[in-house]
């Protein structure tokens, strides 16, 4: 079955380094996501990404994060400037049309 | 604004016993309900989705959820609990159109455990 990938799953950084989470959506799919769980908390929403252009990005998704996908396969969120708050699990997602998301395992990040 | 309520962060069962996982949302608008899982070191994995179809739905692994508008409700069940089916679930809705469509509101979680 289609996966997502995701790299590293666990990365730890000092507080300020640039952070760069990469992903492999399934090869046919059009829309492209990312979420964040911080420790205890909910699931949310940052970003979405269709026809190499973000389509909605939430409050939390700052200057201080962009996203990219260099390629044809892969789809990235870089976080300019590491701070302690960034600490989470990012999921990347990606689907074929809108709303039936396929998740991948996540992207621990520990910022120091 | 949208947003989704799950009751109890955590409930136990015994294996064979019913699994009734609570989810209650808010919206405006008509919504499209989801209820994922998450197993230990995975992602998140779509277990059944409400798309403004029929009201029961059925999903993989013997659950299924009832969206019922009345009661602003989206409740997982299965009626027979399996060691396997510990996990932690989450409720979700999409009240986005278009490419706004994959901008989910999750609930909580609630992390199910099975007893022998």
């Known amino acids: 079955e289609p996966e997502v990938t995701q790299t590293p799953s666990h990365q730890v950084t000092q507080m300020g380094q640039e952070v760069i989470l990469r992903c492999v959506p399934i090869?046919?799919?059009?829309?492209f996501y990312w979420y964040r769980q911080i420790l205890g908390q909910k699931v949310e929403f940052l970003v979405s990404f269709y026809n190499n252009e973000i389509s909605e990005k939430s409050e939390i998704f700052d200057d201080q994060f962009s996203v990219e996908r260099p390629d044809g396969s892969n789809f990235t969120l870089k976080i300019r400037s590491t701070k302690l708050e960034d600490s989470a699990m990012y999921f990347c997602?990606?689907?074929?049309?809108?709303?039936?998301?396929?998740f991948g395992a996540g992207s621990r990040l520990t910022v120091l | 604004a949208q947003s989704v309520t799950q009751l109890g962060s955590h409930v136990s069962v015994s294996e064979g016993a019913l699994v009734l996982l609570r989810c209650n949302y808010s919206s405006s608008v008509p919504p499209y309900l989801f209820w994922y899982v998450q197993y230990p070191n995975q992602g998140l994995q779509l277990l059944l989705k409400y798309t403004s179809a029929a009201t029961l739905v059925k999903g993989i692994n013997g659950f299924e959820a009832e969206f019922k508008k009345s009661e602003t409700s989206f409740h997982l069940t299965k009626p027979s609990a399996h060691m396997s089916d510990a996990a932690e679930y989450f409720c979700?809705?999409?009240?986005?159109?278009?490419?706004?469509?994959?901008?989910?509101?999750f609930g909580k979680g609630t992390k199910l455990s099975v007893k022998p």
């Open positions: 090869s046919n799919h059009l829309y």
């Open positions: 979700a809705v999409s009240v986005g159109y278009g490419g706004s469509q994959g901008n989910l509101i």
């Open positions: 997602a990606s689907s074929e049309g809108a709303n039936v998301l396929t």
